[in-house]
């Protein structure tokens, strides 16, 4: 089991960062923001560097001077600030192709000498932010000049951005092709929904409170929903996305470390592994649809043009750039998921993501039975709503309990009102991408928030079906839902014949 050496507060380990595609949009947007707030978090070390490697032809000088510009744009730093200054006297260039082997010698002796003098001790973090069609082909080159190879007391390791593969078979593959090269140890798949605040929060919720876990089960629990719905749209993604669709864009990944994080059982401590070993068993607890069952348990939809509250009119998925005038890809799933196991065993996971949907909002919605008497049964107490607590992911972070009250007054009537805990009231708004967490767990050697090989597997495993049966027929009425709405009918009739209805979170208000 791996063991992380973090104690609270103390910076990353010293080492090299080294970005593959390091002129992308990831880069700019995310890694390096993330980099400028564990800065002043002082979690990064004192011993670091940063290497970039790019096809771009750029020297030094102007690499330095891209990245102070993206700085200045999405971190929000100020010009000239110390960090940006600290920043670029550690800061190195290597332009060269991906998939030629000499790019990494040239690589390997700039690193060498990159380390010795920033004094970071042979540790290097490789972060793949590339087209995965190069995943396997950097990591194999990597490993051919030996910078994978931990030696000396120095860790090497690697971070991967999904997709990681696009069905069961090329998962397996590429999990296959790592394997050859790294340990499971120096492998960290990043899935970005674990570095969010409010999904670590779920953990710390479900099992740092001891009135939740004794009704967080099928005796207590009728059903729960989970909703990952956005308002954009495929932005400049089309190419990507007429591959991917939404179910293999957000389902095996995102929407499953909702599911396992609300579903698992309680781990026996914090460590990476004993954590992953209990989502693993979610997943593997997740029933695979038979065919037929596909019919009737997995919805689709497109969406087509329509209005968006706050954006305006906007036009159908057909019409996004590099998306066909006649494309079949889905931009919205529903999916009516069972967990065979002892606790979830007859309470379904209602689970939807979708493009373009009236607003978005992630959240989880745990529906509670309703009382089994129904003392009320002769006023207007009879309508009480069963009790519901939502976990609000974003965008208004928060928790609340739905119950019924007595409404003042000399005849007992019962009305449904909410308690609400909003984050921001509480612990303000940190500046943060969601990645701060998880480069600074990797510089830490914590892979808890990292998915294993197994649990890349096993997510594929549970969509394989329905990615079968939805390429052997074709859909036959996209679009299928307007932009600006919470999707196509037959999404709420998925829940409908369970005599159920999706639960829709009215916008907080942002706190005072
Ligand atoms: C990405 C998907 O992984 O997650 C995108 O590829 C999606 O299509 C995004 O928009 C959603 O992330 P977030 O953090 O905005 O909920």
Redesign the pocket.
């Known amino acids: 089991m791996e063991r992380s050496s973090k104690a609270p507060g103390r910076p990353g380990d010293r080492c090299v960062m080294v970005i593959f595609g390091a002129t992308g949009d990831l880069t700019k947007r995310m890694l390096l923001p993330a980099l400028y707030n564990l800065a002043k978090e002082k979690l990064l070390p004192e011993e670091f560097a940063l290497t970039g490697v790019a096809i771009d032809d750029l020297n030094q000088d102007a690499f330095r001077e891209r990245v102070r510009q993206n700085l200045i744009e999405f971190a929000g730093a100020e010009n000239g600030c110390p960090f940006s200054k600290w920043l670029m006297e550690r800061l190195y260039y290597l332009q060269g192709d991906f998939r030629d082997l000499a790019t990494f010698e040239r690589l390997k002796s700039l690193l060498a000498d990159v380390d010795q003098k920033h004094g970071t001790g042979g540790n290097y973090l490789h972060y793949l932010a590339t087209i995965p069609e190069l995943f396997a082909g950097v990591v194999e080159r990597l490993g051919t000049v030996s910078l994978t190879r931990e030696d000396k007391g120095s860790w090497r390791r690697v971070i991967i951005e999904?997709p990681f593969g696009h069905d069961l078979a090329s998962a397996q593959q590429l999990n296959r092709q790592l394997a050859a090269v790294l340990k499971e140890s120096q492998t960290y798949r990043i899935d970005?929904?674990l570095g969010?605040e409010t999904v670590q929060n779920i953990l710390v919720f479900r099992f740092a409170n001891g009135v939740f876990e004794p009704v967080w089960n099928r005796r207590y629990i009728d059903h729960v929903q989970i909703t990952?719905a956005?308002d954009?749209g495929v932005e400049r993604?089309g190419k990507y996305?007429e591959q991917a669709g939404a179910l293999r864009?957000?389902v095996p990944?995102?929407i499953f470390q909702l599911v396992t994080l609300t579903a698992m059982e309680p781990p026996i401590s914090f460590e990476a592994d004993a954590v992953r070993d209990e989502q693993s068993k979610i997943l593997n607890a997740i029933q695979v649809f038979q065919p037929e069952e596909v019919l009737t348990r997995a919805v689709r939809g497109q969406y087509g043009e329509g209005q968006i509250e706050g954006i305006g009119r906007v036009p159908a998925y057909r019409s996004e750039p590099d998306v066909a005038p006649d494309s079949r890809t889905e931009t919205f799933v529903a999916l009516k998921l069972s967990i065979d196991n002892w606790r979830w065993a007859g309470v379904p996971f209602y689970v939807r993501t979708g493009?373009r949907m009236a607003r978005r909002s992630?959240e989880i919605a745990i529906q509670f039975h309703r009382v089994p008497h129904m003392l009320f049964r002769e006023t207007a107490a009879g309508l009480l709503l069963p009790n519901l607590m939502v976990l609000q992911i974003?965008p208004d972070e928060g928790i609340s309990l739905r119950f019924g009250a007595k409404i003042p007054g000399p005849v007992v009537r019962v009305g449904v009102v909410n308690m609400n805990f909003n984050y921001a009231d509480y612990f303000g708004q940190e500046a943060s991408t969601?990645y701060e967490r998880l480069l600074y767990d990797c510089m830490t050697g914590d892979a808890t928030l990292f998915r294993r090989a197994d649990m890349v597997d096993e997510g594929w495993a549970v969509v394989q079906p329905i990615l079968d049966v939805w390429s052997a027929l074709p859909p036959r009425h996209f679009p299928n839902y307007p932009a600006g709405s919470w999707g196509p009918p037959e999404a709420d009739e998925l829940l409908e014949r369970d005599q159920r209805r999706w639960h829709v979170s009215e916008p907080r208000k942002p706190a005072a």
Do not use: F, P
């Open positions: 999904k970005h929904y969010k990952v956005e954009l993604r996305y864009d957000m990944n995102h493009k992630t974003q969601g």
